[in-house]
């Protein structure tokens, strides 16, 4: 079994930072490509940052500049770092990770539960 847990939401004001973590626990071979995804009420999921297991990045126009995606691979934890935040990034922010886990089954998405981020003007 895979979870992935992610932890950081909260409220902040506008202009503020949070750092968002994302760690996979459970029977894992090794934790491949993990981003984080948001989605507003109202709009459809969009994905916010990626990054593939050899450290290649790619964020959202509307967060370039502003957030920092990176990985422990350690810890099988991705995070990412907001700063600037706008009440526009308001949103629930789901982290993916493609995982291989322990046995004979090659990569697999998984998907947190999502944090709530809240961005007050």
């Known amino acids: 079994q895979v979870q992935l847990v992610e932890s950081g939401g909260g409220l902040v004001q506008a202009g503020g930072s949070l750092r968002l973590s994302c760690a996979a626990s459970?029977?894992?071979?090794?934790?491949?490509?993990m981003g984080w995804y948001r989605q507003a009420p109202g709009k459809q999921r969009e994905l916010v940052a990626h990054i593939t297991g050899g450290g290649s990045i790619n964020y959202a126009d509307s967060v370039k500049g502003r957030f920092t995606i990176s990985r422990d691979n350690a810890k099988n934890t991705v995070y990412l770092q907001m700063n600037s935040l706008k009440p526009e990034d308001t949103a629930v922010y789901y982290c993916?990770?493609?995982?291989?886990?322990?046995?004979?089954?090659?990569?697999?998405?998984?998907w947190g539960k999502g944090t709530l981020v809240t961005v007050s003007s």
């Open positions: 993916n990770a493609k995982v291989r886990p322990v046995g004979p089954i090659n990569l697999m998405d998984y």
């Open positions: 459970g029977s894992i071979f090794s934790t491949n490509a």
